[in-house]
């Protein structure tokens, strides 16, 4: 046994050093949301990386979100805004390239988000909501190093129609329990 877990060690200890040999999972576990404060159209959507609560500050130098579904383009050129969240800004330089599919937020002088970095871009194309946009984004530093990975998470809400559905459905099973006990006793 102890010869197997040796082996299976060392042969991970020289994958990992191999040449070509893929990269280690990013080190900070993320989450990616976006936000759009218009009610009729989504010209600008917040893109709101999320990080877990720490003490100490992540870098970033760049943070890059690829649109991978929905009817939405990033605008080029696009004049985007970047803070902590707290309200200090960070200066950023978006660049966009893939037809408009592919947005990088670059931090010259690094973001350090503790717990959230807010990223506003342009979009070109878009439609009403942020519920249709899927993307996927990668954020790091300089050197290489993935720090942030993942895909856009979406917050499902229901249309009022589905909630005005399911609240006439259950006052009909509430009215027909009222009446089965009434008749009971």
């Known amino acids: 046994m102890r010869l197997r877990t040796l082996r299976a060690a060392l042969g991970a200890l020289l994958i990992a050093a191999a040449p070509g040999a893929a990269l280690a999972a990013p080190a900070v576990p993320s989450t990616l949301t976006a936000e759009c404060e218009s009610v009729f159209a989504c010209g600008q959507v917040d893109f709101l990386l999320t990080l877990p609560t720490s003490d100490a500050p992540t870098l970033l130098d760049y943070l890059t979100i690829t649109i991978t579904g929905g009817a939405f383009t990033f605008a080029d050129p696009n004049g985007p805004e970047a803070d902590d969240y707290s309200g200090f800004p960070t200066f950023v330089e ?22 959230t970095l807010r990223v506003r871009a342009q979009m070109a194309q878009f439609e009403a909501s942020v519920g249709a946009l899927r993307a996927s984004y990668v954020g790091g530093t300089l050197d290489g190093t993935e720090v942030v990975a993942g895909a856009l998470g979406v917050a499902v809400v229901p249309e009022p129609a589905t909630v005005a559905l399911l609240g006439t459905g259950l006052a009909v099973l509430g009215l027909a329990a009222r009446r089965r006990g009434a008749r009971g006793a």
């Open 94 to 115: 978006g660049v966009v390239s893939g037809g408009g599919m592919v947005f990088t937020a670059n931090f010259p002088f690094g973001a350090w988000p503790t717990t």
